[in-house]
């Protein structure tokens, strides 16, 4: 039996040892060969939630100066959504993994470009920035996707940049981002279904000044 588990462990071992070599490969492509001085520059400040704060207040007034009071349970859930995903991201899946970041793990870090002050220290699988950002781009294009039309998919682009800028800047690897997106699409996919089913899919405000 012991020598049946020992097996069973080196196979694992061995698996994860060569999709992390794939991992860091990928990492190494995008961290140290595609780059250049204006990325390095754009991405520090680009993937900062900070930065897309304006962005936020900016859909939220939309929202309300187009769907009046409906607006108010949307963002509600929108808020909820993102609270899930940091959670479930943050609190659970990082410390069930404990996976290093890239600049944090020091049989690796001495070959990672870090382009920001300092390297946090929580672990690196998932990505918070990816469950977060991808869980309110699905939550957003399953409640708004009709009056969105074909410009929805622009939010899994905007997702994908910034989640993109968290490898570029050498603070997660590949696998840590997308495992991330995984999660946010999920979560974001399961609250806005429940929205669209439980509190109803948002109708325009008929008075003359509703609209998008």
Known sequence: ????????????????AWISGIDKSFFLLINNTLTNSFFDSFFPIYRESNTWMPLYLFLFVLIVFNFRWKAMPWILFFIITVSVCDQFSSAFLKEFFGRLRPCRDPDFNQYVRLLVVHCPISGSFTSSHAANHFGMATFIIITLGKYLGKY?????FWAGSIVYGQ???GVHYPLDVIGGALVGIGIGTAS??????????????????GGL
């Open 167 to 169: 490898v570029y800047v």
């Open 152 to 156: 929805r998919w622009a939010f899994w």
């Open 1 to 16: 039996m012991y020598l049946l588990q020992a097996a069973d462990n080196s196979f694992f071992e061995a698996i994860w």
């Open 192 to 209: 806005g279904r429940f929205f669209n089913r439980r509190v109803g899919q948002l109708e325009l405000d008929a008075s003359p000044t």
